[in-house]
Nanobody, 116 residues
Framework: QVQLVESGGDLVQPGGSLRLSCAASGSISSIYTMGWYRQAPGKQRELVAQITSGSSTNYADSVKGRFTISRDNAKNTVYLQMNSLKPEDTAVYYC??????????WGQGTQVTVSS
């Protein structure tokens, strides 16, 4: 069992930056993929970025060049550095952990609001 706790969400002006953190209760070194997803009001949850245990990364086209996902297995934590934020980035951001077996876990989410 893995519990995920996100933090770092906030209200920020357009063009600003935030760093989200996802802390896992257990070791994440064996987990195949860690991902950040987001869900805006009235929209489906979408993949933002993911990183494998080997640190290969994948990003949604809408965030390429602006967001960076990273992981620190020693701290059991995954980060999402978000730069040049836009109003359309406003959403609840969720962390997801996927084991090699396919079993997955979600965090409770953290709100990011980009507004002037």
């Amino acid at each position: 069992q893995v519990q995920l706790v996100e933090s770092g969400g906030d209200l920020v002006q357009p063009g600003g930056s935030l760093r989200l953190s996802c802390a896992a209760s257990g070791s994440i070194s064996s987990i195949y993929t860690m991902g950040w997803y987001r869900q805006a009001p009235g929209k489906q949850r979408e993949l933002v970025a993911q990183i494998t245990s080997g640190s290969s990364t994948n990003y949604a086209d809408s965030v390429k060049g602006r967001f960076t996902i990273s992981r620190d297995n020693a701290k059991n934590t995954v980060y999402l550095q978000m730069n040049s934020l836009k109003p359309e980035d406003t959403a609840v951001y969720y962390c997801k952990a996927v084991r090699p077996s396919g079993i997955y876990y979600w965090g409770q989410g953290t709100q990011v609001t980009v507004s002037s």
